[in-house]
């Protein structure tokens, strides 16, 4: 009988885990929210603190190749908005490292994860803005992707994930439209104008169909977070998506997305389109993109800058604890 006793405590253990996924899997069909004190498995945790903090990053990093136009956009009106765009995407990573957060894990181990490079952000962040066009195209196709992207990830099981989104959406909207209103200018401009904005929907049209993302059969991710509601499409259904939204868009200020296989499928009603070179898209996220060293010092040289402030912070927070807890 003793024998059995620890081959049967285990049995009823795990029996016990089993039913709590059971009951957790059942409120995520049921369309229930998952909130930070409600029971969880340990891998739905991990994932989504693996993508939430990659997304977190992604905003911080993102701030880097648009905030290289600040000092040079064209007029003041051009300045404030992006400067308005810039200051958002710090309050978006902010917004999602604090939800990062509800999942256990503290915000300074994340940021030291993407300060040491063990930690992924969004592979588009790694190409150079070489001309203002380029602060233009961003907001039109990088924005737009993700709002796309983030859009589906409003309905995403976990709670404080899902409202993050929403909110940044209504965000990205505005972000969106002022890149687009940039474009639409350009390409009714100068010839020179023209011929700039053109040149930068050439470099940024194929890295911002890697944003979604390797196709579905190459996804490691997707079955799991699609089983647990987190994703609610797949890679290649959000990028035909945005693929089907943005030809008409090209379309209407007469620029040419760079693909001579686009056209449009009637059966299907959609925009087919060729092939993505996923050889560039790996090396980008295996650090070896156009700009990914640069990206990576420029986030260590503003932590180091912004040692004092963390320190003149703990130092106001020990001097306004209570006394007990200032003499532990
Ligand atoms: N770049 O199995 P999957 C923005 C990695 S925010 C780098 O398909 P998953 C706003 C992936 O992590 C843009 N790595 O992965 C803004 C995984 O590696 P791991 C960011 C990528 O998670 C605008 C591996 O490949 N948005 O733009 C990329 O199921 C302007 C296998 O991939 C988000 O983060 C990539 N593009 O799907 C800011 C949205 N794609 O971790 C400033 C939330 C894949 O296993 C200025 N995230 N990888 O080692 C998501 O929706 C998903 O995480 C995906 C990837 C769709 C990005």
């Known amino acids: 009988m003793s024998d059995q006793a620890p081959h049967a405590g285990a049995g009823t253990a795990s029996t016990d885990e089993q039913a709590r996924v059971a009951e957790f899997e059942a409120r995520i069909a049921r369309g229930e929210s998952i909130e930070p004190k409600d029971w969880m498995p340990e891998r739905y945790r991990r994932q989504l603190t693996r993508m939430m903090s990659q997304h977190a990053h992604s905003e911080i990093v993102g701030m880097l190749p648009e905030g290289n136009w600040i000092t040079r956009a064209p007029s003041l009106r051009r300045k404030l908005a992006l400067l308005a765009k810039v200051q958002d995407e710090a309050g978006h990573g902010l917004y999602i490292y604090c939800g990062t957060e509800t999942l256990g894990t503290d915000r300074q181990e994340l940021v030291q994860q993407l300060l040491d490079g063990t930690a992924k952000y969004s592979s588009i962040f790694n190409y150079p803005t070489l001309t203002w066009a380029d602060i233009g195209c961003i907001g039109w196709f990088v924005d737009g992707a993700a709002i796309v992207n983030q859009t589906m990830l409003a ?8 409202r993050a989104m929403v909110r940044i959406c209504k965000e990205e909207n505005f972000h969106k439209r002022q890149g687009y209103e940039i474009m639409a200018t350009l390409a009714g401009g100068t010839p020179a104008q023209r011929a700039m904005a053109q040149d930068a929907v050439n470099r940024w049209w194929w890295p911002s169909l890697m944003m979604f993302g390797p196709h579905d059969k190459d996804s490691s991710n997707s079955d799991e977070l699609m089983r647990w509601g987190v994703k609610r499409k797949s890679n290649d259904e959000l990028r035909q998506r945005f693929v089907n939204l943005t030809v008409a868009q090209a379309k209407a200020v007469d620029l ?6 686009l056209r449009y499928n009637e ?11 996923w050889d560039e898209f ?8 156009p700009c990914n060293r640069e990206r990576l010092a420029a986030r260590r040289t503003a932590h180091e800058d912004g040692a004092w402030v963390r320190r003149a912070a703990a130092a106001y927070a020990a001097k306004r604890a209570p006394m007990s807890e200032a003499a532990d």
């Open 267 to 277: 059966e299907t009603e959609n925009w087919e389109f060729g092939a993505i070179d």
């Open 282 to 289: 790996w090396r980008v996220v295996k650090g070896d993109g």
């Open 155 to 162: 309905h995403a099981s976990y709670g404080p994930y899902a």
């Open 256 to 261: 040419t997305l760079p693909d001579p296989d």
